[in-house]
């Protein structure tokens, strides 16, 4: 469902970006969130042809909160 809007390479360079720093961060729920943030503007206003990038970082993240909730449940 697409605003008729399109994604500027600006924006992409910033989403790119934000996608980055939560991965350097280390902090799993930040990078879904940002995974989550990303695919709603992709919604929005198109794909970007490495759209992948952000469901594989958001798969990864996520594998990681669901290891780390089962780990700590088990203690």
Same mark, same amino acid.
């Given at each position: 469902m697409?605003?008729?809007?399109?994604?500027?390479?600006?924006?992409?360079?910033?989403?790119?970006?934000r996608?980055? @720093? $939560? %991965?350097?961060?280390? /902090?799993? #729920?930040?990078i879904? &969130?940002?995974c989550? @943030? $990303? %695919?709603?503007?992709f /919604?929005? #206003?198109?794909?970007? &042809?490495?759209?992948s @990038?952000?469901?594989?970082?958001k798969e990864?993240?996520?594998?990681?909160?669901?290891?780390? @909730?089962?780990?700590n449940?088990?203690?």
């Amino acid at each position: 469902m697409s605003s008729g809007y399109t994604l500027s390479q600006g924006e992409y360079k910033n989403l790119k970006s934000r996608l980055t @720093r $939560a %991965i350097n961060s280390k /902090d799993h #729920k930040r990078i879904v &969130d940002e995974c989550d @943030r $990303a %695919i709603a503007i992709f /919604d929005d #206003k198109g794909y970007p &042809d490495d759209w992948s @990038r952000w469901q594989r970082a958001k798969e990864d993240a996520s594998l990681q909160v669901r290891l780390f @909730r089962l780990r700590n449940s088990l203690v």
